[in-house]
C-alpha cells in the first residue's frame, strides 16, 4: 500500500506530465496556424493598382515632341456634324462651340507662340468666294492655316482661291471638287508641300453616307515657328 504521501507526490507528477503536453500540443497548434498564414499570406498576389492610360493632349495616340504643337482635326460629316479642329488641347472649332459652317471652315494661328489669330467659315455652295480670296491674301507670314471641309467646300472655290491654298502647301486643292471631303494643316510662307493633308472624293460607289463620303481624322505634331 502506497503511503498518502507518495499518492499525492504521483498525482502531482501525472498532472505536470499532462499539463506539459496539453502546453505542448496548443503550442504546435499555434504555430501551425501561423506557419499556414505565412504561406496564405506569400502566396496571395500584391496589390495591383489599376493603370490609368496616358493621355495627351487633344487625345493624341503619343506626345508630341518639344517645340511641337499638337493638333487633331476631323472634318464635317454629311451635312449633319461639323468639323472639328483642335490645337495643344484647345477646341478651337466645333459644332458644340457654334463657330462652324457650311464650306470651308479654317483657324489661323500664330506659327511662333500657337496662340489663336482667327476663326472663321466661308461657304462654297451658296457664298461668295471673293471674301474668302481677301481674307486668304492677307494672313500673315509664319501662320498655320488650317481647314476642314463641311458639306461642300468646291463648287464656288475658283482658280484664284485654289492657287492661294496651294500657295499654303495643299498639293490637292486643285482637285477637291462637290461634296469632296479634306482636311489641310499649311502655313503662310511654307516653302514645301505639307505632309498633313488628307482628302477623299464624293462617290456613289464609295460613300459612307448617302451623298457624302465618310468623315476625315488626322492627327499630328506642327513644328513652332523659329526665326
Known sequence: MLRAGGVLKLVAVLSAFFVAIFLAFQLLDIKEDFNIGSIFARSMPEEIAPTVPSRYKCGLSKACPAGHFSF????????????????EDNILMSGVKNNVGRGINIVLVNGETGALIKTDF??????????????????????????????????????????????LGSSVVNSLKFRDNWIFVGGKGIKTKTPFEQHIKNSADTNKYEGWPEVLEMEGCIPQRRD
Do not use: H, Q
Not at 487633331?72 to 490645337?87: D, E, M, Q, T
Open 72 to 87: 487633331k482635326i476631323a472634318s464635317g460629316a454629311a451635312s449633319v456634324v461639323g468639323p472639328k479642329i483642335c490645337l
Open 122 to 167: 466661308y461657304d462654297m455652295w451658296a457664298g461668295d468666294v471673293a471674301p474668302f480670296i481677301k481674307f486668304l491674301k492677307e494672313i500673315p507670314d509664319g501662320t498655320v492655316v488650317m481647314m476642314a471641309t463641311f458639306d461642300d467646300p468646291a463648287t464656288k472655290l475658283n482658280e484664284e482661291a485654289r492657287k492661294l491654298i496651294s500657295e
